[in-house]
């Protein structure tokens, strides 16, 4: 049987722009496909929202083998506030940390970690170290939730 991996999360973002450049640009992830949809989502996709909306997914190689990013933008948004059920992601990149201390973007320091802070607020913990290219440098998921058995029976 094969090993269960977590496929994908949803962030929320008002401004589209300027974070598809934070993961292109800093994280080094790649836009892997770009949908627009002219109505809300029957399934709250995009959450309580009726109007136009778009989905980038984003990640460093495809879906079926890596972690990716889905990034939800309602138009019309310019913010969320930011909830607490995502943690952060944990990824192996040296080369992110350069990309960051190029381009400017802040960085602050938890224990071994180099964090970054997307724009919306959502964190990334950057391991110094080289990143992998046979592999996923995405290596953890952070989620909170307040009742494990529950979140993994429903």
Avoid at 129 to 147: F, G, H
């Amino acid at each position: 049987m094969a090993a269960k991996r977590a496929l994908h999360f949803v962030f929320k973002v008002g401004d589209r722009v300027q974070t598809t450049q934070f993961y292109r640009e800093v994280l080094g992830m790649k836009v892997l496909r770009h949908e627009e949809f002219e109505e809300g989502c029957k399934a709250a996709c995009n959450g309580p929202f009726d109007g136009q909306w778009s989905k980038t997914m984003v990640g460093y190689g495809a879906e079926d083998d890596h972690f990716v990013v889905e990034l939800t933008y309602n138009y019309g948004i310019g913010s969320y506030k930011l909830g607490n059920d995502f943690g952060g992601l944990y990824i192996k990149s040296q080369e992110a940390i350069e990309n960051a201390k190029r381009l400017g973007w802040p960085i602050s320091k938890e224990g071994a970690y180099h964090v970054l802070e997307a724009p919306g607020g959502y964190k990334f913990y950057l391991m110094n170290e080289p990143q992998p290219t046979e592999s996923d440098p995405v290596q953890q998921v952070a989620l909170t939730i307040s009742n494990l058995d529950r979140s993994l029976s429903e």
